[in-house]
């Protein structure tokens, strides 16, 4: 991360916990600290014959943190790298199942609205019993992961599980008890007969 003020350029490093930074040169000027605080950080007052000062005449300066943005975000990369490099795999493969069951539902969606009303649509519809819920509960664990924590996280994943058990017992009802999962969707387009009402 870098942060240009004035003619002067300083590369923040995160090193052991700190943030620190990169100046070629051995002084700031007073200006130049207040323009650098402003954006969260505040230096220590150091001795000039500390060793502090001296590997600052190296490039390196400590920093006391201010705001909470740059540790988060250096956080959230830490967390990024660790997924991308496996150590993290379940989320990975969970974004990837994700990603399948969309692309099934692409294809599985307009292809049943094609063949309904047959007995080829059957077998669509029970898949799409299946894999609706499946899909709606993989995309509500990534926002409850992503969103709530700690103990509610628990709680929040436990009433996901029951309204997508619920879901999908209710579509595979529709199926096998009524019109079809794609007949009762296309119900809401079709108008009323009234005279079978009376």
């Known amino acids: 991360m870098g942060c240009l003020f004035g003619l002067q350029t300083f590369k923040l490093k ?19 600290l207040k323009q650098f605080q402003t954006k969260g ?10 060793p502090v000062a ?6 390196t300066l400590p920093l006391r943190k201010q705001a909470s943005f740059p540790e988060k975000f250096a956080e959230n990369v830490k967390a ?7 150590k993290d795999s379940r989320d990975i493969y969970q974004k990837e199942y994700y990603h399948w069951s969309h692309l099934a539902l692409t294809g599985l969606i307009p292809t049943a609205f094609i063949l309904s009303p047959s007995a080829l649509n059957l077998p669509i519809d029970y898949a799409l019993a299946v894999a609706i819920p499946a899909h709606t509960y993989m995309g509500c664990t990534i926002i409850i992961d992503d ?15 029951v309204l997508v058990i ?8 529709l199926n096998a008890h009524g019109i079809g999962l794609t007949e009762s969707a ?3 387009w079709r108008k009323e ?6």
Do not use: C, W
């Not at 001296?54 to 490039?59: A, I, L, V």
């Open 80 to 86: 990024t790298e660790q997924a991308l490099a496996g």
């Open 147 to 161: 969103y709530i924590h700690g103990s509610v996280n628990t709680i929040a994943k436990a009433v996901l599980i």
């Open 41 to 50: 950080f505040a230096f220590k007052a150091i001795p000039r014959s500390s």
């Open 14 to 32: 995160r090193e052991n916990g700190a943030f620190r930074a990169h100046h070629p040169s051995n002084m700031l000027s007073s200006a130049l």
């Open 193 to 198: 007969d009234v005279s079978k009402r009376l």
């Open 186 to 188: 296309k119900q809401l």
């Open 166 to 173: 619920l879901t999908a017992a209710g579509l595979l009802m």
């Open 54 to 59: 001296r590997n600052f005449s190296k490039g």
